[in-house]
């Protein structure tokens, strides 16, 4: 029998043999103390992937393995977690209550009540997921990039778009403390670690519009991370080709006193030699973080958060050589370079947050907190190139090879010295009442910002000769030219009040907020008002469905980058960007083949006026710092999720979008080639459609091997050659297209015996897995090089990203 005739007959037992497990089943009711059901808890078999989440009527339906105990862990976020053993024969079908109860002390800005109130706007994603999710930025910006309306252009990046938004237009929040990048980071490359470790994460929650006045003022998306309050001592640790990480936590016997550590380094080295740019690659990313919470009494408590941030990147180029086109008419393009780049970002934030609970409805907070960045970019960059066509004829002897004359020669030369630091301080007092069925919040805050930011950068292109543009007497003009020093110290004042009513009705209940928020910049001396409703409905006599429609005016006040135009000069009159927010949406929960599923739909629909255009190359952005524009955003994103493989989760999702905005001055060439008004084109972000799926499986009779999937696909962005003359028509990138897959095996489990003496009993789980990122090898486009000729004519170079690589990854919890 030949070899592929004996695969076949072993995938065919596999089959088989999977169809023929045995199994249990166990179904049942959550509930608290009062009886009332409570949705979403998690419910797994310890040491494996099987698991479910509760329904709306607090019942779960999960397969058990037999013949031997296993352990039934029972979790969700402010209850005390429970853990059942349990033991199953063949067949057996049980039927459990579980009663969760409410933990004493609250999570970090978690408030725990007795009753559950519906949630409005947000969507929960489970932080577990991070470690599983395979890609070189898996994580939990990697997790966000796989639901619908998010979406993301490159690989290297954690930066992501939520329907038509830029990087800059969302809002990420740690414990209640608002989140900042580095603000000169021009590429995924140079980017490395960002703030949130997933090790620390007990919660994920987020929202793609609509939300709540609680949340700061941009106009996109909001993330609300929570980290973990530890109970007894635990810690994990991560070893991969690319990075490694390790987190310590636990919370010592009669002690007020709990703890978090975590220490991350990743090298992507490996990764960036995929690149067509080759050459030494030295990239050292950096991370440490903790936090300390301290219950000072049963009324009060005390957290203190800390982080550290170092991001260098060192690059010495020498080669490019880059091949694009069609079948027929194949270019390449090959670059010679001398010089280096040297870039370092250095980021240190520190928050301080006291608490008061005087009773259980009552939570009153006070937080300071302190972020600095000092950045550097440092490059001088000669290169020499040659644009030539290849032979495509498979009858000629060079077939393949670059042949006849070049049709573009020249050298260009890169220069920057730049130097920025910024300080944010600012300090919070917000409070929260919840009683009969209403949830009121409110919160005043000040923000005072330092920055100061040194630009000298300049570019030169030589083309056969010719320095371009072309000037009479010999004179030469260097492209791109910024040289200037900016300085700026400015205050804000924000504050907000919101309440949720809780109405139940015999058809149903309702869940409405209405909120207010405000915010004034004494920078421009604008003060802004930002309304915003929310209203959900859960019907009787449709118990598995949802409904939801939310409002609001959203106002995005600019920070410094927005202020600076292409020039390096600042525009005090400029004005914040305004966003109107209508969006509906429904959730639907129903059960296929016996297991739990959820289909959600959203469409909404965005209004834009005083935009500031801008321009994105890679992952920077560069501002016309002018509200000389105004737009709009609709689209429809729909998810499903659910349990395609039983035991455990996995889902997928559609996005359609089209964002448009209409810039003043604006021109395009008309049929007869005069000049004609633009009308709307398309914004830097309008992603006409996008999927994306994150998929898990498992043997069924050894559930210790599994396979975790991601695959991404987005119509292309448009791009423009790079100048401020809008009379260029609009291209298309190619779509991104991405497929990563990673194969688990666990090596230390919940059943895994070991003496007393040996030093692996205190590891609770340890799996080693295979990664293949770029599964079908597909060269995605992030950017492009512009070239001259002479003439003046732009050539683009597509600025290709990472093709296929194999990683290797350890992970281990104690």
């Not at 040996?758 to 990664?771: M, Q």
């Amino acid at each position: 029998m030949n070899r592929r005739g004996i695969l076949f007959l072993l995938f065919f037992f596999l089959i088989i043999h999977g169809a023929m497990a045995q199994h249990g089943i166990l179904e049942g009711y959550i509930r608290n103390p009062q009886g009332e059901a409570l949705e979403f808890v998690h419910i797994a078999i310890d040491g494996t992937a099987q698991g479910t989440t509760s329904d709306e009527k607090g019942y779960f339906k999960l397969r058990t393995p037999v013949h031997e105990v296993f352990i039934l862990r029972v979790s969700y976020l402010g209850y005390l977690p429970k853990n059942l053993p349990l033991v199953f024969v063949p067949d057996e079908q049980r039927d459990i209550e579980i009663i969760l109860v409410p933990i004493a002390t609250d999570l970090p800005d978690v408030e725990v009540t007795g009753r559950q109130l519906l949630n409005t706007d947000i969507t929960r994603l489970d932080p577990r997921l991070t470690g599983a999710l395979p890609g070189p930025t898996s994580g939990v910006e990697g997790l966000l990039q796989t639901l619908p309306g998010v979406s993301t252009a490159s690989e290297l990046s954690t930066q992501y778009s939520v329907r038509g938004g830029n990087f800059d237009e969302n809002l990420v929040y740690v414990n209640g403390i608002e989140i900042y990048r580095p603000f000169l980071v021009r590429s995924g490359q140079q980017e490395g670690l960002s703030f949130l470790n997933p090790d620390l994460v007990a919660s994920i929650e987020f929202s793609a519009g609509g939300f709540n006045a609680e949340y700061g003022d941009k106009m996109a998306s909001v993330l609300d991370i929570t980290y973990k309050k530890p109970e007894t001592f635990g810690g994990s640790f991560t070893l991969s080709l690319l990075e490694g990480s390790l987190h310590l936590e636990g919370a010592p016997e009669e002690s007020k006193l709990s703890y978090l550590l975590g220490v991350r380094y990743k090298s992507n080295q490996y990764l960036l030699g995929t690149l067509d740019t080759q050459g030494d690659y030295k990239p050292s990313f950096t991370d440490i973080q903790g936090l300390i919470h301290y219950d000072i009494s049963n009324q009060w408590n005390l957290s203190f958060l800390a982080n550290f941030n170092s991001n260098k990147y060192e690059f010495v180029p020498e080669v490019q050589r880059t091949r694009f086109g069609t079948i027929t008419e194949v270019r390449e393009f090959t670059v010679f370079f001398d010089g280096q780049e040297v870039n370092q970002f250095m980021t240190g934030m520190g928050a301080l947050s006291l608490q008061y609970e005087p009773n259980k409805d009552l939570s009153l907070q006070l937080v300071t907190s302190l972020f600095q960045s000092d950045e550097k970019e440092y490059f001088d960059v000669l290169g020499q190139y040659w644009l030539q066509r290849v032979e495509t004829d498979m009858g000629q002897d060079d077939f393949g090879q670059p042949t006849g004359e070049p049709l573009g020669i020249g050298t260009f030369l890169n220069h920057a010295r730049n130097y920025l630091n910024a300080i944010v301080w600012n300090a919070e007092f917000k409070g929260n009442y919840t009683h009969d069925g209403q949830d009121l919040r409110w919160g005043v805050k000040f923000q005072h910002e330092d920055i100061l930011d040194r630009l000298n950068e300049w570019s030169l292109i030589d083309s056969a000769g010719y320095s371009l543009p072309q000037y009479p007497v010999n004179a030469i003009r260097l492209q791109d030219t910024l040289n200037t020093q900016i300085g700026i110290r400015s205050n804000r004042v924000s504050a907000y009040i919101q309440n949720t009513w809780e109405i139940l009705r015999p058809h149903g209940r309702f869940a409405f907020t209405a909120g207010i928020r405000s915010n004034y910049w004494d920078f421009n001396r604008q003060l802004l008002f930002s309304p915003r409703t929310t209203l959900l409905y859960k019907p009787e006599w449709l118990a598995r469905w949802t409904f939801r429609a939310s409002a609001g005016y959203f106002h995005q006040p600019p920070f410094y980058r927005e202020l600076r135009n292409m020039q390096g000069e600042l525009n005090k009159d400029i004005k914040a960007q305004e966003s109107i927010h209508l969006v509906l949406g429904s959730s639907f929960n129903f059960t296929a083949w016996d297991r739990p599923f959820q289909y959600t739909t959203e469409v909404y629909y965005k209004f834009l006026d005083r935009l500031i255009p801008y321009e994105i190359d890679n992952v920077r952005i560069r501002y016309y710092a002018e509200n000389i524009s105004k737009g709009y955003a609709r689209g429809l994103d729909m998810k499903i999720h659910g349990e395609f493989v039983p035991g455990i989760d996995s889902w997928a999702g559609l996005s359609l979008m089209r964002t448009r905005e209409k810039i003043e001055d604006t021109f395009v060439t008309g049929p007869d080639n005069s000049l004609v008004p633009a009308g709307y084109i398309p914004r830097p972000t309008d992603q006409l459609f996008s999927f994306s799926m994150f998929f898990q499986d498992f043997l069924p009779r050894n559930p210790s091997y599994q396979v975790h999937l991601g695959f991404f696909f987005g119509t292309g962005l448009p791009f423009w050659a790079p100048t401020r003359d809008q009379r260029k028509d609009t291209g298309r990138m190619p779509s991104y297209q991405r497929v990563d897959i990673g194969f688990s095996k666990q090596l230390i489990g919940e059943n895994t015996n070991f003496s007393e003496e040996s030093p692996f009993r205190h590891f609770e789980s340890v799996w080693i897995t295979a990664e293949v990122f770029n599964l079908l090898e597909i060269s995605n486009t992030i950017s492009y090089y512009w070239i001259k000729d002479v003439e003046n004519q732009f050539y683009a170079i597509p600025n290709y990203l990472t093709s296929r690589l194999i990683n290797l990854k350890l992970i281990a919890r104690f």
